[in-house]
């Protein structure tokens, strides 16, 4: 079992490399081959699909259930703010600049540091299994969600994005609808057609009312807002159709399948989701990885932004090194004792979990 120093000065010198490969969305093949490299120098062995890097326990039992460590090596393009080189990794002051550090950089290789802690140990309670995934920052289909039939039955997972080693016990999904009225066309002079637009307006005031009736502890209400229309094709043309687009953020209380039904069941229009997998998600507070959080000091909330929880169907815990706030930001940076903060929180909470 490696010290957390030397995981820690792995873990940061691991982050400069990665920062210094690009790995735009869909474009991550250099940092899938580094993590395969660092985890094959460390006597682990790897499984690759794509871009997706992951790898098992060396005491794997298949008769104990798997905890899932996942977070991604994908960054998104560089803020047209940048004063620096975004892929020159340069620790300044304590921070260590670079795209991709703090998003989700500082957790990728937190957790990974943390997974080679546990990596050779006999006694644990569950097994492991590390996943480095692409195409988080696109919610492409070709990343955590492809490989999740691969990783075999998972019990629970551990996200890592950055939320000052707090804990997200629960995340808000999305859909986005695209809804159409119908009318007839006719001309505007006389009295003819039936105007889409205004057999539309009823049901964008029911979007903008509409209340459902559970309630989330840490969302509140499912968040339904209208944010495009179009209709019509010039001034004297009564339009056939109208169409609007609606923003569905889903709260824990349900399931995107749930909140499509009962919208589907209240409106006159034609309602479309352009995807449900965008899925809410959430773990019991008193499930026993977010207590051994809440043992070390660290508190619960709910997180409004989406990440790779949204493609899970298990109980699922959003934590890690660095700030929500930096992400995506110009001169991006992860500060470099966060790492070590991150793993010490991460095989702090494991240990009460794998040796309880």
Known sequence: MLDTQTLYTDAVNLLIQLIGTPSLSKQEEGTAKLIEDFLWGHGVKTHRSDNNVWAYNQHFDAAKPTILLNSHHDTVKPNAGYTRDPFDAKIEDGKLYGLGSNDAGGCLVSLIATFLYFYDRKDLKYNLCLAATAEEEITGMNGLESVLPELG???????????????????????????????????????????????????????RTY????????????????????????????????????DVRVTDAYRNEEVLEIIKQHVNCDVKARSTRLRSSSIPKDHPIVQAGIALGKTTYGSPTTSDQCVLDIPSLKVGPGDSARSHMADEFVFVEEIRDGIEGYVGMLERVLND
């Open 153 to 207: 039955k998972l019990d629970f997972a551990i996200v890592g994005e950055p939320t000052l080693m707090n804990l997200a016990i629960a995340e808000r999904g999305l859909m986005v609808l695209d809804c159409t009225a119908h009318g007839k066309a006719g001309h505007a002079a006389r009295e003819e057609g039936e105007n889409a637009i205004y057999k539309a307006l009823p049901d964008i005031e029911w979007f």
């Open 211 to 246: 209340q459902f009736p559970k309630v989330s502890e840490l969302f509140g209400l499912v968040k339904l807002s209208v944010t495009v229309i179009n209709a019509g094709t010039q001034h004297n043309v009564v339009p056939e159709s109208c169409t609007f687009t609606v």
